[in-house]
């Protein structure tokens, strides 16, 4: 999963910086460094934002195609 993917998928979901990083258990300053692509999306990070906004593959799928 790369920045634009994981910041298209929090605006989808209705969420702001603070609510995906308190969702995620994670900081909000972390969040907003994988989307400037200042940092790199952990593994563990990836899973958490796929098991809490239940997330299917074909979802993700569908996401990649419309952003291209």
Same mark, same amino acid.
């Given at each position: 999963m790369d920045a634009k993917l994981f910041a298209v998928i929090r605006k989808l979901e209705g969420l702001n910086q603070d609510d995906i990083a308190k969702i995620l258990g994670v900081s909000q300053s972390l969040i907003a460094?994988?989307?400037k692509g200042e940092r790199s999306i952990t593994h563990e990070v990836? @899973? @958490?934002l796929i098991t809490e906004l239940n997330l299917t593959p074909e979802k993700i799928s569908e996401i990649k195609r419309l952003i291209g």
């Open positions: 460094k994988i989307e990836s @899973r @958490r």
